[in-house]
């Protein structure tokens, strides 16, 4: 079954840029899709972003519309989320997840199967 790594995360100053990645490895279940979600402390998992494995159609939350953009390459099996203009608000554990045996996108969830550990984004005002 396939397993998630995430990095990319780390202190950054608002209006800076990050860039996320999630790894995955191991045996690949298609078609799924890969997805973002992050966690405040003390907030509720939300759902950032989405992307289809062999499509490549996406999917972004309205409060990061415009800054922030996710991608896939295939080739190293990895998905990716560019973060810019990065805002304090912004500031959680990010993780990514994948929904397996699955053509459309969720932003519940329940609706994935396989999480990464997380990568903490920090950004200072």
């Known amino acids: 079954q396939v397993s998630l790594i995430e990095s990319g995360g780390g202190l950054v100053q608002a209006g800076g840029s990050l860039r996320l990645s999630c790894a995955a490895s191991?045996?690949?279940?298609?078609?799924?899709?890969l997805a973002w979600f992050r966690q405040a402390p003390g907030k509720e998992r939300e759902f950032v972003s989405a992307?289809?494995?062999?499509?490549?159609?996406?999917l972004l939350t309205d409060s990061v519309k415009g800054r922030f953009t996710i991608s896939r390459d295939n080739a190293q099996n990895t998905v990716y989320l560019q973060m810019n203009n990065l805002k304090p608000e912004d500031t959680a554990a990010y993780y990514c997840?994948?929904?397996?045996?699955?053509?459309?996108?969720?932003?519940?969830?329940?609706?994935?199967?396989?999480w990464g550990q997380g990568t903490q984004v920090t950004v200072s005002s």
């Open positions: 997840a994948a929904r397996v045996g699955r053509l459309s996108y969720s932003i519940d969830l329940s609706e994935y199967d396989v």
């Open positions: 191991g045996r690949t279940f298609s078609p799924y899709v």
């Open positions: 992307i289809t494995w062999s499509g490549g159609s996406t």
